[in-house]
């Protein structure tokens, strides 16, 4: 039987059991729909409001049209970040807030994917300027690998690096110390926290190359810039950032 009529059998069979469900408000949506945004019903989709506009092109903060196009917006006009530039969807507030949490249950595997292809096709000339050769995310300390946390980054980093056709270096950058949350701390008190926190399990991989680096959220910086810094220490050339969404806080 050819693979397709396998498939139409299979998603039928699918909807019958399983009737499929909008990722964010979880009302009815047509298994078939071949619109871009398939796992979102329309009402959703158009609340995400995700911009054509880049933003601050240093942190990537969502600035309005009528924002002036300086190199760093108010929010990062004080800050030298070890990496280059940052991309994202928008800011992270109502929907697009909620989809970035959605994404970090291990059920929303497919939801993920589907929001890292919408940051890879909405930033992909970008992308491609800046030739990238490996992607790379922030790590997590082996506590919360022993104890099942979801990856949400290290999801992100595998799918935008088959998007990229670049290599994804999993274990290249991990997190030496256990550190508090940073959602939780003053954003004076982040960059401290995470001071000192990464480190590489080999430098011959990424010396001269140009890496992308990998979070859901980007708040004030601090931890991309720490592993920034790391990677640039031991001999990357340039770091530049991509995110789900841009927190401002």
Known sequence: MPTHFVKQFTDAALDLVYPPSCGLCHGSLDHHDSSDHRLLCDECFQKLDLTEDRGCPSCGAKLGPFAPQTPKCVHCRNDRFAFREVVSLGNYQVELKTVCLQCKEVHAHHLMQQFCDFLFRRHQDLFESWKIDCVICVPQHWRKRFWGSYNTSAELAERMGQNLNKPFLRQLLSKKQHTSDQARLLPSHRRENVKNAFGITSGRLIQGRRILL????????????????????????????????????
């Open 214 to 249: 990998i979070d859901d959220v980007l708040t004030t910086g601090s931890t991309a810039d720490a592993c920034g810094r790391v990677l640039k220490k031991a001999g990357a050339d340039e770091i530049f950032v991509a995110v789900l969404a841009r927190g401002l806080g």
